[in-house]
């Protein structure tokens, strides 16, 4: 049996982004454009979608959020503060 999602989300990242994002004070159209300049192709419904934790985020979309982020990888996927 696949599993789709965790705790009725599809990602652990997604409050993590949004709190990072909101810290450095970035719309979601910001930070999508900031991965746009670093060749990661993503719209501002698709930071929604990962915030809102109804979309997969695949691993070099991970890296590229923690990069424009300037967030430690590890505290994007830790268990810590899951809601």
Request: aromatic residues 4%; hydrophobic residues 40%.
């Amino acid at each position: 049996m696949k599993i789709y999602d965790f705790n009725g989300r599809k990602n652990l990242c997604g409050s993590k982004v949004r709190k990072a994002r909101k810290e450095r004070k970035l719309s979601q159209s910001e930070l999508a454009a900031q991965l746009q300049l670093n060749g990661v192709i993503l719209e501002r419904d698709s930071i929604s979608r990962i915030e809102a934790g109804t979309r997969f985020v695949t691993d070099y979309e991970l890296i590229m959020l923690a990069k424009v982020l300037k967030v430690d990888l590890n505290s994007l996927i830790s268990l810590s503060d899951i809601s």
